[in-house]
T-cell receptor, first 113, second 116 residues
Framework: SQQGEEDPQALSIQEGENATMNCSYK?????LQWYRQNSGRGLVHLIL?????REKHSGRLRVTLDTSKKSSSLLITASRAADTASYFC?????????????FGKGTHLIIQP | AAGVIQSPRHLIKEKRETATLKCYPI?????VYWYQQGPGQDPQFLIS???????DKGSIPDRFSAQQFSDYHSELNMSSLELGDSALYFC???????????????FGAGSRLTVL
């Protein structure tokens, strides 16, 4: 089954800096989504990018998708302490695969105040 | 706005016992998904239901079963619990079967199961 892999697994930066997280996947996709999870809490949807899109913005978030490299990146600009969380990319397979999103391993982001 | 409601939030069981988790999706969401997340792990898809029928199956053990009821709430039943079943169990819901479109999942806060 297809799986996303996040890179890096952990990232610690100073407040105000930008944070970039990468995700790679293995099979064709319909879309790729990014979710955020605070420790021990539920996942919250951040942004969705379709397979025919290359870049998408939402507030301080910028997502890119390169289907030729099967990779995506999530950029959080002007980070805040409240951005501390784990970030997961997730995909649906195209071609009628599983209903469920397949999540990657996640990047644990720590914003130092 | 109403969110996905899961109960119980915490559950402690002994090995070989059974446990039932409940999920109430967002009103008018007809699709429910169950995920299992072990400590430090990514969420793993277990099973999904669309319009009260099982839609897809992931890595759900044979000891587990689930169903979606007429009011669209879902229950995950876990029997012969093992230590390795200790995890966070998330329910999510969406409007429409995921495979039919670019659906965003709304997750509940999760039920933390501890097996002793």
């Amino acid at each position: 089954s297809q799986q996303g892999e996040e890179d890096p697994q952990a990232l610690s930066i100073q407040e105000g800096e930008n944070a970039t997280m990468n995700c790679s996947y293995k099979t064709s996709i319909n879309n790729l989504q990014w979710y955020r999870q605070n420790s021990g809490r539920g996942l919250v949807h951040l942004i969705l990018i379709r397979s025919n899109e290359r870049e998408k913005h939402s507030g301080r978030l910028r997502v890119t998708l390169d289907t030729s490299k099967k990779s995506s990146s999530l950029l959080i600009t002007a980070s805040r302490a409240a951005d501390t969380a784990s970030y997961f990319c997730a995909t649906y397979n195209s071609g009628g695969g599983a209903d469920g999103l397949t999540f990657g391993k996640g990047t644990h982001l720590i914003i130092q105040p | 706005a109403a969110g996905v409601i899961q109960s119980p939030r915490h559950l402690i069981k002994e090995k070989r016992e059974t446990a039932t988790l409940k999920c109430y999706p967002i009103p008018r969401h007809d699709t429910v998904y169950w995920y299992q997340q072990g400590p430090g792990q990514d969420p793993q898809f277990l099973i999904s239901f669309y319009e009260k029928m099982q839609s897809d199956k992931g890595s759900i053990p044979d000891r587990f079963s689930a169903q979606q009821f007429s009011d669209y709430h879902s229950e995950l039943n876990m029997s012969s619990l093992e230590l390795g079943d200790s995890a966070l169990y998330f329910c999510a819901s969406s409007a429409g079967a995921a495979r039919l479109g670019a659906n965003v999942l709304t997750f509940g806060a999760g039920s933390r199961l501890t097996v002793l």
